[in-house]
C-alpha cells in the first residue's frame, strides 16, 4: 500500500531489523498478517523495517496507530507488552545522525512538528538475541508470534474493524519465521 493512501486509515506498522534475529520479529509478524488475512481499506498494514524518520509521513497521516516491534524492558525473553503513548518517553535525544532516529522519537517528533500524534498501541515482546546476521527468531520470541498476531487483530476489532481470513491461508501450515 502507498503512504499516499494512508490519511484517516488505522496503521499497522511492523518495525525492526529482520538481519538482527528478535529485533526483526515487527517484520515478522506484519509479514505473517499479510498472509493470513484481507484487511478492509480502513486498514494498512506495513512493513516499517529500519526507516525511521522516515516513517513520519506514515504516522501523521494515521487516525490509529498500532505498532508491532521488540521491546527491551528487562524482562524474560518471549514476555508480550502492550504499550500506549502515555507509556512511551516524551522527549527527543540529541543524535549525531538522522539514521539514529528511532520510531519512538519518530512519534515525538511528529507530535512536535505536526502537532498530531495519532493514538498509539505498541504490540511488543521482550527479544533474546538481536545478534546481528541471524534471520531466524528464537525459540521464545517465535514462541510469542501467534499471540501476537492475535493481540494485533483484538486491537483491530476493538476499534469496530474486522479482518477477513485469507481465503489462501491454510491454519495447519507452520510460521514461516526466516
Known sequence: MSIENLDGKIVVLGVGNVLLRDEGVGVRVVQELQ?????PDQV??????????????VIHAASRLIVVDAVTNRG???????????????????????HQTDLVEAINICREIFDHE????IIGVEPEDINPYNVELSASVAA?????IEAVIDEIRSLGVGPIIAKDF?????????
Open 170 to 178: 491454510d491454519p495447519n501450515e507452520p510460521l514461516p519465521l526466516t
Open 35 to 39: 498472509r493470513r488475512y484481507e484487511f
Open 76 to 98: 524474560r525473553p518471549g514476555t508480550r507488552y502492550r504499550l500506549t503513548a502515555d507509556d512511551l518517553p516524551k522527549t527527543v535525544t540529541y543524535k549525531t545522525s538522522i
Open 144 to 148: 510469542a508470534v501467534p499471540a501476537m
Open 118 to 121: 495519532p493514538p498509539v498501541t
Open 44 to 57: 494498512a498494514v506495513i512493513d516499517g523495517g529500519t526507516l525511521g524518520l522516515s516513517l513520519l509521513s
